[in-house]
């Protein structure tokens, strides 16, 4: 059985290894560079789920489990730095207990500290810090987590084609049949036969989805980080409160990133970074660590979440929690073979790579477990190992 997945980003990646590692033959396409999406761009903090406790208890707990498994097997992607969450005013103070509580109820390790024993953690944080929580937050490199999955899905037999951009989703008698593809690198179009396609853009997933005449409810919000030079703190420093605009600095490298913001476009390849959204950011970091004050300016991006529904309540109302769609249900659009997957984190991508597969596997009226929470990852070096040469294509 063929399986094409469509969208070369972390949740591709897992989509990819998983399926291959399960028997799948499996063919990834990708119209530009691998990680070209968000998955390249995003804020890099691994999540406990501290964030999500009080709004979502099982985000929480998933994002917590999945912690434990990535520094199982890709720990050469993370770097285990933990996180404060620091109360700067009376309503953090007060917030506190019910946020503690949470992350305990999430099965995620909280400790209060002291302001003098948060100072000596990390000396780099408010010292008007009335006291801060500890939890195993930490960094992730954006671009080694999913190349590991890709570089041991290749060696399972995978095949990755990157500047390959899905044109058509094709079906026949309500059954997906292939997709129609455009090799940026020749200018020819192919058509690519497939059992299963699986609908992996991220952000443009609802694009995708009208590719194969699918209505697939999904909002693209962006958010813009701002890094500056040199590393401010050690740990993820965020703010205490209800997840809000600029309340997490991540340490990555020799650069300290602050973000995010958050709002809502039709078009994920039409995002700007706004102007305004730097200097906000910037005034929230000084808050919390206040040598940002000083810093050096790096640089401003903006990467858009591919958040599940529609958001018309609002971008922050639409949960974080990722969906599989199958798109074989009695629906007039439907498309037998065709599953669309939004929402997630890169934190989490190993357990949506799962969950899809778990999804094909019942499609496919096949009953094999998934095995990748206790397989080790290949380096992300393996990658271009593979290839022969680095920087070759990968075909
Ligand atoms: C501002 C911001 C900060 C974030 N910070 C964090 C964080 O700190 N920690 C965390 O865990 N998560 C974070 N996230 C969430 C995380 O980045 C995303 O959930 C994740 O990267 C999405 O990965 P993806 O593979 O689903 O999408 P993408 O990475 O966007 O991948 C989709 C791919 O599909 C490709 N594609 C699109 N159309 C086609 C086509 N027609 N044919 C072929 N290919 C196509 C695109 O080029 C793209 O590469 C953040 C997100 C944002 C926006």
Redesign the pocket.
Known sequence: MHVAI????????AILHDLTQRGFRCTL????E??????????????SGARYAVGDVEIARECMEEVTILRRIAAESIEMNYGLFIALDDDDVDYSPEFERACSDAGIPNRRLSTSDALRHEPGINPRTRHAVMVPDGT?D?YRL?LQFFATARSGGATIRTF????GIDSANGRVSGVT?RDHRTGRDERIAADIVIN??????G??AA?AGVDLPITP?????VAVKGRLCNMVVSHLHPPGDGD?I?PQRNLSIV??T?WEVDD?DAIRTPPDDIHRLLDRACDLVPAFADAEYHAAW?????LSGRADAGGRQLSRNFQVITHAGEGSDDVAGFFS?T???????RA?GEAVADQVCRYAGLSIAGRTADTPLLAHRDFWRQTGRVGEPVA
Not at 29 to 32: A, D, F, S, V
Not at 164 to 167: G, L, N, R, V, Y
């Open positions: 469509v969208g070369g980003g972390g949740t591709g990646a396409l990708e119209r530009g691998l990680t070209s999406g968000t998955t390249g761009r995003h804020h890099g903090q691994l999540h992730i954006a999913p390959c951009e899905a044109i593809v992996a853009a991220g952000p443009w997933a694009a995708v590719l919000a962006p958010g813009t980080m997490i991540v973000g995010s958050q994920p903006t990467a858009a979440r591919p997957v929402g997630g984190k890169a934190t989490v991508l949506m």
